[in-house]
Nanobody, 125 residues
Framework: HVQLVESGGGSVQAGGSLRLSCTAS????????LGWFRQIPDREREGIAA???????SYAESATGRFTIFKDNAENTVSLQMDSLKPEDTAMYYC????????????????????WGRGTQVTVS
């Protein structure tokens, strides 16, 4: 398992950009799949983007064309570049990891992930 700490959240006007980062520590030698999720009160946690050990990516429809997930293996970080932000992107954003290889694209299903950060708030007005 790994410990995950998110950073980079904040408040931004619609149309603006933010970059979220997540740093992993602990047992980072596994072949981890990493994902970004978001949640608003009284709603299910929603998968936004994921990247696997080979660099294959998955995106939710709401993120396609606006968000980009990328990782730095040397720094044990995964980032989410968010552009053209909309008020409906307002949520708590969570980083997640699972030490598992997937034969197809990395999943956006929260139950697939075992390790979670505490989240960082993004507010778009």
């Amino acid at each position: 398992h790994v410990q995950l700490v998110e950073s980079g959240g904040g408040s931004v006007q619609a149309g603006g950009s933010l970059r979220l980062s997540c740093t992993a520590s602990g047992d980072t030698t596994g072949r981890y799949c990493l994902g970004w999720f978001r949640q608003i009160p009284d709603r299910e946690r929603e998968g936004i983007a994921a990247i696997d050990v080979h660099g294959s990516t998955s995106y939710a429809e709401s993120a396609t064309g606006r968000f980009t997930i990328f990782k730095d293996n040397a720094e044990n970080t995964v980032s989410l570049q968010m552009d053209s932000l909309k008020p409906e992107d307002t949520a708590m954003y969570y980083c997640a990891a699972v030490n598992r290889r997937y034969t197809r694209y990395p999943p956006l299903i929260k139950d697939e992930y075992s390790d979670w950060g505490r989240g960082t708030q993004v507010t778009v007005s």
